[in-house]
Nanobody
Framework: QVQLVESGGGLVQAGGSLRLTCAASGRAFNMYAMGWFRQAPGKERECVSV????????YYTDSVKGRFTISRDNAKNTVYLQMNSLKPEDTAVYYC????????????????????WGQGTQVTVSS
């Protein structure tokens, strides 16, 4: 089992940057594929970016490609989401998610793929 705590959200002007951090506690963080999801008011929770256990494979939803970067540090039990050139439409609660998998390279894109979730961190981008 793993517990996830997000941090780094806040209020930023359009064009600005934020770095989200997801700290995991528990055992064997390197056995989990990780993902960042977001949910805006009145909308479904969507997959933003995911990363495989060995960080060799990543995925980005089209709207954030070229602006967001996901990374992980297995020694620190942490996954990051660097968000640059933020836009008002990026405003949402951002959630970190984890899924144990025997595959070092596999990524998971669906909300239902993930077993563990953080409490979320609010990101607000003003125009």
């Amino acid at each position: 089992q793993v517990q996830l705590v997000e941090s780094g959200g806040g209020l930023v002007q359009a064009g600005g940057s934020l770095r989200l951090t997801c700290a995991a506690s528990g055992r064997a963080f390197n056995m989990y594929a990780m993902g960042w999801f977001r949910q805006a008011p009145g909308k479904e929770r969507e997959c933003v970016s995911v990363i495989s256990r060995n960080a060799g494979n990543t995925y980005y939803t089209d709207s954030v490609k070229g602006r967001f970067t996901i990374s992980r540090d297995n020694a620190k039990n942490t996954v990051y989401l660097q968000m640059n050139s933020l836009k008002p439409e990026d405003t949402a609660v951002y959630y970190c998610a984890a899924r144990a998998t025997p595959s070092e390279a596999r990524t998971f894109l669906r909300r239902s793929d993930y077993d563990y979730w953080g409490q979320g961190t609010q990101v607000t981008v003003s125009s």
